[in-house]
């Protein structure tokens, strides 16, 4: 890949970005070690052992984040170097953290509690089986699949970045400002909506029976896996609400704190308000698309990879399509419409399998109209503060452009406590209860 990047690929004038080929080559070798800790990572997720991956990426990210304030406050003249050399960092960090867990971890009387299948490190090492075949064919074949799909999913979430590179439709100039309200933008998506993803995948997989018809499972378990569901679209779709509503008045400010009056006077506002509503539609699809592979067969997941082969060609035209007619908001359409289609056949998917159930998740998609109203209401306000206050007539008018979202956070707040009264027990007691472990009911 290194070498399709510096041959193939638009290099930048080097008098402009030095030491590119290094960086390139860096950011290579990076991935590489961190693929070294992916069957930990994988061990670490089957086995519900969530501290060590917390700590792990933390870890990780502090040490990155720290090596680059310092390295830029100290030397700004090494320049890629500097990022290079985080990024290596920060992968040998998340590795020595999963070596270090698994070797105090194996052998304890924990693992033996958990029956954790290991050893020692080394069973983690490729070797041959005594009286079986080299490679598994039915292991090969569930493993063929899951890597298309998951190549195919690459190219719907990173496919932008693909156009982006191999085409040229932005310069490096626009390609900067796009990278970076794509980073500011996806925070939350990186930090609150990715672990609750990972975390009630694991939680569906192991509450139903994956491809069986609900009608022959457990009623107990279908009803929980269909309430905590209900609870986590009502989460999930009032986070990227709120998002979406006060993301529109406040991207300008908050591009003129982080950048400046360069990054908050250009193209910056509007790809950031744009990327606020696709915020919205990337929270629901995390937990619609989380149960649906919880739930599907395996033969439905090979079936499914067709409709992402579709809907990767798909966007990747529209990608190319819509960035020459809207420049980079264009991505960022390009991506709303491919989110909205993968919703689409999530929603539908889960409408087809409580179907002959007496359980409906969908309706947590459904919100009270009091609290439309406070959106609304706040959403108006919000936009007519920041038409009369933001952003460049002082400090004192951007307080009280502050002030007034801040008081319409408090509504909206206070209209979601009131009006879902189940949503705030199933917050208490899945993320701010003590006993992970407890499983609360809501009747």
């Given at each position: ?13 080097p008098?402009?970005i ?21 069957p ?5 997720q ?11 990426e933390?870890?990780?990210?502090a ?42 971890f ?6 033996q509690?958990?029956s ?5 490190l ?16 039915q ?12 190549m ?8 932008e970045r693909y ?11 626009e ?35 994956r ?9 107990e378990?279908?009803g ?10 009502k989460?999930?779709?009032l986070i ?5 509503v006060?993301g529109?008045?406040y ?19 509007g ?12 929270a629901?699809n ?8 919880a ?7 090979s079936?499914y ?29 390009a ?12 929603l ?5 399998y409580f ?20 959106y609304?209401?706040?959403g ?6 920041q038409a ?5 007539q002082?400090?004192?008018s ?19 406590v ?9 917050i208490?007691?899945h ?8 499983i609360?009911?809501?009747?």
């Amino acid at each position: 890949m290194a070498w399709v990047w510096l041959n193939l690929v638009a290099i930048p004038d080097p008098a402009v970005i030095p030491h590119y080929e290094v960086g390139v080559v860096a950011f290579g070798f990076s991935a590489v070690v961190e693929l070294l800790a992916e069957p930990m990572w994988v061990l670490a997720q089957v086995h519900m052992l969530v501290s060590v991956k917390v700590i792990a990426e933390s870890l990780a990210i502090a040490v990155k984040c720290v090596l680059t304030v310092v390295c830029i406050t100290l030397v700004p003249h090494w320049g890629l170097y500097v990022f290079s050399l985080a990024q290596i960092l920060h992968s040998f960090t998340l590795l020595a953290c999963y070596l270090l867990y698994f070797m105090k971890f194996i052998g304890s009387r924990e693992a033996q509690r958990k029956s954790f299948p290991l050893t020692s490190l080394t069973d983690l090492l490729p070797k041959p089986l005594p009286r079986q075949h080299v490679i598994d064919l039915q292991l090969a074949k569930l493993t063929w699949t899951f890597y298309k799909q998951s190549m195919l999913k690459q190219i719907l979430t990173e496919g932008e970045r693909y156009v982006m590179t191999f085409l040229n439709v932005l310069n490096f100039g626009e390609q900067g400002i796009y990278d970076i309200v794509n980073n500011l933008g996806s925070l939350v998506a990186r930090f609150l909506f990715l672990p609750i993803e990972e975390s009630f995948y694991i939680f569906f997989a192991n509450v139903l029976e994956r491809g069986k018809d609900p009608r022959h499972q457990r009623e107990e378990d279908v009803g929980l896996a269909a309430l905590v569901l209900k609870m986590l679209l009502k989460m999930v779709f009032l986070i990227g609400m709120t998002i979406s509503v006060f993301g529109y008045s406040y991207s300008q400010l908050a591009l003129d704190i982080y950048g400046g009056s360069w990054l908050s006077s250009g193209p910056g506002p509007g790809l950031l308000r744009c990327y606020c509503v696709y915020v919205l539609l990337l929270a629901v699809n995390g937990v619609t698309e989380c149960f649906t592979f919880a739930a599907m067969s395996n033969q439905e997941v090979s079936r499914y990879n067709f409709v992402m082969l579709a809907l990767s060609l798909s966007f990747l035209g529209l990608s190319y399509c819509l960035t020459w007619w809207q420049g980079a908001i264009g991505f960022i359409l390009a991506n709303c419409l491919n989110m909205g289609l993968r919703i689409t056949h999530s929603l539908w998917y889960i409408r087809r399998y409580f179907r002959s159930t007496e359980h409906r998740p969908l309706r947590g998609l459904q919100l009270a109209t009091p609290l439309l109203l406070v959106y609304l209401t706040s959403g108006v306000v919000t936009v007519i503060s920041q038409a009369a206050l933001c952003c460049d007539q002082g400090l004192f008018s951007r307080s009280l452009h502050v002030l007034f979202g801040a008081i319409c956070l408090l509504a909206v707040v206070v209209a979601i406590v009131s009006t879902e009264p189940k949503l705030v027990q199933f917050i208490r007691a899945h993320f701010l209860s003590r006993d992970k472990t407890e499983i609360v009911k809501w009747e």
